[in-house]
């Protein structure tokens, strides 16, 4: 079996220049191949190692994003046969990531050092333009590039095929898309020449929505689990239940990923006006300069949904994930105010505690 090298993983120029600056040419250099809990699974050029932190990086971490995640690149010390520490964590180029299920004003990381994001949805019972909408979205404020993938063509019409292409035509632009079909390969071979040596590939949609059976084929092996899909529901086991990062033999590396349910916008101005572009070039055209694009008259974007130039469907769902941005960000701050508060709470009870002392 060949052997592994930095360059197989994805290393580069820019980081072996931070290697040298940050003194780190002591450790070894390793990327995070899988996470679980406060364990992590690096691959380096010597073999791969179950990993933790040492106690700075620990306990210094502010937030979970201080914390080493899926392809991540980490200066680490072998301490005990397939055992090491981990010292430090490179520089992140790109970080996909979503607002945390569940927890308002919080953030959860994705994947790390992502090249390209292959959004995979099943048509025959996946397909959803909104959700499409909102992982290009995710892509977009991530600075990776997307690619649709629409996997089990095999199991509806040319017809209804294409009703759903001329959709995507409609609504989204200059986005590669991609038809295939695992059980024939119709579509493989325009997947696979997509993903080059070096470059980093994040799998990204529902559980049954066919990414490990997409990954199985890509690799020539079975490399994740896949369960059946149940005749009576049409909906496949939630299988994958970590993210794993895997390095094909023909190169590249893909990032599998469990099935997310929801898809939380975050702090994604940037993403928002890449996605929906036409739309914030019609605010520009607007009679008003503070134009809120709900009821006024002169508004270039109302217009347009009227005289059918923009979908309405789209600007809905560009509202949605507007909103969900600005209640993110409001409860990011009012979060921020508050640790800070307690911070402050903390270090005055420090403070009188010392001074009873005495």
Request: glycine letters at 8%; aromatic letters at 6%.
């Amino acid at each position: 079996m060949k052997k592994i090298t930095l360059k197989d993983l994805g290393y580069t120029a820019s980081l072996e220049k931070y290697r040298l600056e940050e003194n780190l040419d002591s450790f070894d250099v390793g990327r995070v191949i899988s996470e679980h809990k406060d364990r992590y699974e690096v691959k380096s050029e010597s073999g791969e190692f179950d990993s933790e932190l040492i106690g700075n990086l620990r306990f210094g971490a502010e937030s979970k994003s201080d914390l080493p995640a899926v392809g991540d690149w980490v200066a680490i010390s072998e301490y005990d046969t397939g055992k090491a520490l981990i010292h430090s964590i490179y520089p992140r180029h790109s970080i996909i990531e979503r607002q945390a299920v569940g927890k308002h004003g919080e953030k959860q990381i994705i994947a790390t050092n992502i090249d390209y994001g292959f959004i995979v949805q099943s048509v025959n019972r996946d397909y959803n333009i909104n959700r499409l909408e909102r992982y290009l979205t995710i892509c977009n404020a991530s600075n990776v590039e997307p690619v649709i993938i629409l996997s089990k063509i095999d199991l509806i019409d040319e017809g209804e095929l294409k009703s759903i292409l001329d959709q995507i035509d409609k609504r989204i632009k200059n986005i590669r898309v991609i038809p295939v079909s695992n059980e024939s390969n119709i579509g493989l071979d325009k997947v696979a020449a997509i993903i080059k040596k070096g470059k980093t590939y994040c799998l990204l949609g529902s559980s049954g929505a066919g990414k490990s059976t997409l990954l199985n084929k890509l690799s020539g092996k079975e490399l994740m689990n896949t369960a059946a899909i149940s005749e009576a529901i049409d909906r496949g086991k939630h299988v994958t239940s970590h993210r794993e990062l895997i390095v094909l033999e023909n190169g590249g590396i893909l990032i599998d990923n469990p099935g997310m349910r929801e898809v939380g916008i975050a702090d994604t101005t940037d993403g928002l006006e890449i996605t929906f572009n036409s739309i914030v070039k019609l605010s520009q055209s607007c009679k008003f300069h503070d134009c809120t694009h709900l009821n006024e008259k002169g508004c270039a974007i109302l217009e347009a949904v009227a005289n059918g130039d923009l979908d309405a469907d789209s600007y809905s769902n560009f509202q949605r994930m507007e909103r969900e941005r600005a209640h993110f960000e409001s409860s990011a701050e009012e979060k921020k105010t508050k640790d800070k508060n307690f911070g402050k709470m903390i270090k005055s009870f420090k403070k009188q505690r010392n001074q009873n002392k005495f």
